[in-house]
Every structure is written in C-alpha cells, then in structure tokens.
C-alpha cells in the first residue's frame, strides 16, 4: 500500500489554501488602502492648489475701498487698460506735475488690489510723478476669477498699464513699482518689455515653485517636503506657468534699464535671501535694499524717511519727473 504525499494530505492542504487566502486578502487590503491613500492625496493636491490660487482674503480686496481723494485729497481718473486678451482692466491715474516726463505705474500683490498702493503714491505724487494704479486680471475689481497667477498672467497687464501711460497719457518714460507677485510680474514685465524705463520690485520671489513651498512650509511645517514640492508644480501648472522662466532667470535682461531690489529681513512671506539672490543675478545698474527687520510689503512701515529718501533718490537718478530743456 503507496502513502499519501505529506503535501497531499487535508490538514496541510488546508493550511496552504488558507495561507495562500490571507495573503490574497492582505494584498488586496493593502492595494485598496494604497489607492484611498492616493485618492486622498490627489484630492488634497488639487484642492489645496486650488486655494492657493484664490486665498481667503481675496474675497475681501474685491472691493476696493479709499480711493486717491478719500484718502489723500487727491484728484484722479477712472481708467480702463485694454490687455492683449481683451480684458479691461479698472484704474486710477494720478496727474502729477505738469511738466511731466516720466510717471510710475504700480503693481499690487496676490489676490490685492490697487489701493494697496496709496502709501507709495503719497511719496510719488508730492515728487511730482504722474501715477497709474490699476488691478490685475481676476484680482481686485479687475473681470475674471482664475485667482493669482503669480506673474505668469500679471506681467502681461504691467505691459499693458505701460503701453496705456505712453499713448493715452503721453508719458515718455515709465517706471514699473510692484510688491510681492507684484514685484515679480514688474520684473517679468522689465525683462521682456522695451517700453519699461525702470524696475522697482519689493519683496519679489525669485521662483513661483519656491515661494509656494516656502509658505505653505511655514503655515503647516509638518507637511512633508515632497507632497510641497508637488504642490507648487500643480499650482504653477494650473496658471499657465509650467515653461515660464522665474524672475531669477530673468532679471538680468531688465538691463540695461536700471532696477532697485527692496527686501525686508523679517520677511514671512518670501524668503529673505530672495532679494540677495536677485540682486546677484541681475546686471548694472541695480541697487539693493536689505532692510533690517521689515515685513512683508512692509519697509514704509518700519522705515517711512529712508523709503522716502531711497525711493526718490532712485527715480531722480534715472527717471527724473522731467527732463530739463
């Protein structure tokens, strides 16, 4: 009489069928628990990216409140930019002296809106500049609602705000002056756009992947840092921004046009060795402003007489408010 084979016999043939079901049972547990996992993740991606693109207080700056009379007693006109994609931009222009060669037009950061300005064109219009102030698309009272775009969309309203300074306003020579994306999108604007005579940027990023990672970094430090870095490129992806060089790469084309570079080292919003970086990378003419402890956008705050001074000092050196007969 022939034995059983021992891996023919129920008991242990059981055992395997069971160990052989457990295994199955995991792998598909495991599988689907990867795949909520991703869901999940991917979810979060796309909403978080979401909110980047339109942050919480820019509901609040849809309304533009003060305007250039309410607030400092000056007079101004309503204006409308036209932009290469047919939108209509809302804004101010401030006259200034009447002998008028050169003029600013200012640029307010992400999800803001033109009256951010107001500070600085205090300074301006008593130096006699003629000022445009106006609100970039889907920002501020401006048509549209994408959310920022963190310069990627801005640059191309500065060129427009130019262009309307030159032909409808007769202004000769215009200086580009923005904070935060806005600084960014005067510095993209200067780089590619012959008719900016001059860049002023405050508190730029130097990359649009950098600076989103950098903040949301300091909003929730235990996010790890490659669900960020696949943040940012979502977000930058979703404005258009995917093949468009950062302000570090560009900033050297601002020349032969001159730049002032204004940072804060206080700053937690952009890295404070951003404006170094840029300073670095961009060509003479340029000057650099590292200002000790200033905030965000916020040097006329902590430094109101040396903003003055430097502000000014940098225009009447290359953009004199006239040109002398």
């Not at 295994?23 to 999940?40: E, K, P, Q």
């Not at 932009?83 to 803001?112: E, I």
């Not at 940027?201 to 840092?225: C, G, K, M, T, W």
Request: glycine share 10%.
């Amino acid at each position: 009489m022939v034995s059983a084979s021992p891996s023919l016999l129920p008991r242990d043939s059981f055992r395997a069928s069971l160990r052989v079901r457990i295994l199955r049972t995991v792998a598909i547990g495991a599988a689907i628990l990867f795949g909520l996992w991703v869901i999940f993740n991917t979810w979060l991606l796309w909403w978080g990216s979401g909110r980047i693109m339109h942050p919480p207080w820019m509901a609040r700056s849809r309304v533009v409140r003060g305007d250039p009379r309410q607030r400092l007693g000056y007079s101004f006109d309503n204006v409308r930019i036209a932009t290469d994609g047919g939108a209509m931009l809302p804004g101010w222009f401030v006259p200034g002296a009447s002998n008028a060669t050169a003029g600013v037009v200012t640029v307010h950061g992400a999800g803001g809106n033109r009256a951010e300005f107001l500070p600085q064109l205090k300074l301006l219009h008593e130096a006699g500049y003629p000022v445009l102030m106006f609100d970039c698309r889907d920002q501020g009272e401006a048509p549209g609602n994408a959310g920022i775009g963190l310069g990627v969309r801005e640059h191309r309203d500065v060129e427009a705000a130019v262009r309307y300074m030159k032909r409808q306003q007769s202004i000769p020579r215009v200086a580009v002056f923005g904070c935060s994306q806005g600084a960014a999108s005067a510095i993209e604007a200067g780089a590619e756009d012959r008719d900016i005579d001059a860049v002023i940027a405050e508190a730029s990023f130097v990359e649009p992947n950098e600076v989103i990672a950098f903040d949301v970094s300091q909003l929730y430090p235990q996010v790890p840092r490659w669900f960020l870095n696949i943040q940012a490129d979502l977000v930058v992806w979703r404005v258009g921004g995917t093949d468009m060089p950062g302000p570090i790469d560009v900033v050297s084309r601002v020349a032969p046009r001159p730049i002032l570079i204004m940072q804060g080292t206080a700053d937690s919003q952009v890295p404070p060795r951003d404006g170094a970086a840029l300073y670095a990378a961009a060509q003479t003419p340029k000057e650099l402003w590292m200002a000790d402890g200033a905030h965000h956008c916020g040097i006329i705050d902590k430094y109101p007489d040396d903003y003055r001074s430097r502000l000014l000092s940098f225009l009447a050196r290359y953009l004199p408010v006239a040109t002398s007969p």
